[in-house]
């Protein structure tokens, strides 16, 4: 039995720990169409507000590639989604323990990529944790489950039950009572998705940012993009700015995000497979790197595994680059990440 939440307070800090930083006309009202300059346009997808930022041709033709981009956005979230009882992800739970379930290459790829990641992580990622569902952050929805429901729940969090069977097209959770949560997972490959539907569009020139995580092609008016990072002991301020052109991915975690405060403890979404509760110890972590494949999940992981974990981490990815904040205050930044970020100067 849940037990609903009454008392604390909320946490109104909410906020991306990365974010666009854009001249001021790359960023006229969302689906305004001027003859020549970038072009924006904003929706809600993925339980965020998603930006598209495209730059270099006919204005028109940028506002029609910007709206097949989201379209296919959109489709991959209705297959990806454990909160659409008619996703691929919410059928295969419905099935937990009775049948395998057809999926598609795309939600194939998902599935085999968090379990690379689990494995990787020593279960520090686990795309099983929809099993601890009594979990609620939504604003005016905080419930925090009851420690009996939490028990109960993690004997169905466990990744060594997600069977893949990319010969048969299938995936199968094998025990009754399992659930799906690819949150930590999803969301950067389709944000990659739609970036990829404007290159094959013809824009060469093209930011999409998803609730923190940001990915660029290309170049903004001839510069590159500019991306910031916010402080996570004090968000209103910026660490600095990193300039990326061609392919770029800046990717960020934290508990920041859905979340809310009881007793002095900031409980949010990103829960540890292990304990069945929110992470503690990490704030926030931001990654850097020249593709998605090298980060994707390991922002999640990375929280639940501990600050201790990070420089080790990196050590064995020098391609990526690295900040993480801890609870404590602390921060930890790799000589890569120190390299990229640059003073604000507007």
């Given at each position: 039995m849940s037990n609903e939440w009454q008392g604390g307070r909320l946490s109104r800090r909410r906020f991306a720990l990365v974010l666009p930083l854009l001249g001021a006309a790359a960023w006229a009202p969302p689906g305004k169409a001027w003859a020549n300059g970038p072009q924006r346009a904003s929706r809600n997808l993925l339980g965020t507000r998603v930006d598209i930022v495209a730059d270099g041709g006919d204005a028109t033709q940028l506002q029609a590639a910007i709206g097949l981009a989201f379209g296919e956005m959109q489709r991959l979230e209705a297959l990806l989604s454990r909160y659409r009882e008619d996703s691929v992800v919410s059928r295969i739970g419905q099935a937990a323990g009775r049948h395998p379930v057809a999926v598609s290459p795309e939600v194939m790829a998902v599935l085999a990529n968090a379990r690379q990641v689990w494995?990787?992580?020593?279960?520090?990622?686990?795309?099983?944790?929809?099993?601890?569902?009594?979990?609620?952050?939504?604003?005016?929805?905080?419930?925090?489950?009851?420690?009996?429901?939490?028990?109960?729940?993690?004997?169905?969090?466990?990744?060594?039950?997600?069977?893949?069977?990319?010969?048969?097209?299938?995936?199968?959770?094998?025990?009754?009572?399992?659930?799906?949560?690819?949150?930590?997972?999803?969301?950067?490959?389709?944000?990659?998705?739609?970036?990829?539907?404007l290159e094959r569009e013809g824009v060469a020139n093209a930011l999409v940012n998803g609730g923190g995580d940001v990915l660029v092609s290309g170049r903004l008016q001839g510069r590159p993009w500019r991306v910031g990072v916010r402080d996570p002991r004090a968000p209103e301020k910026l660490l600095g700015a990193i300039e990326v052109e061609g392919f770029g991915v800046v990717a960020s975690s934290g508990d920041y995000e859905r979340c809310f405060v009881v007793q002095g403890r900031r409980l949010h979404h990103v829960l540890d497979p292990h304990t069945g509760w929110p992470t503690t110890g990490v704030h926030g972590v931001a990654l850097l790197a020249r593709d998605v494949a090298p980060v994707n999940g390991w922002g999640t992981a990375l929280m639940v595994q501990g600050m201790g974990a990070v420089p080790a981490w990196n050590a064995r990815r020098p391609g990526v680059a690295v900040l993480a904040a801890g609870a404590d205050g602390t921060l930890w930044q790799s000589s890569g990440m120190a390299a990229a970020l640059r003073p604000v100067t507007g």
């Open positions: 494995r990787e992580s020593a279960g520090a990622f686990d795309p099983t944790v929809g099993a601890l569902s009594g979990w609620h952050f939504e604003p005016g929805q905080q419930t925090i489950p009851a420690p009996a429901e939490i028990a109960a729940e993690l004997r169905h969090v466990g990744a060594r039950h997600l069977q893949l069977d990319a010969r048969a097209g299938t995936a199968y959770l094998t025990e009754r009572g399992m659930l799906l949560d690819l949150g930590g997972i999803a969301k950067l490959p389709i944000l990659q998705a739609g970036l990829r539907v």
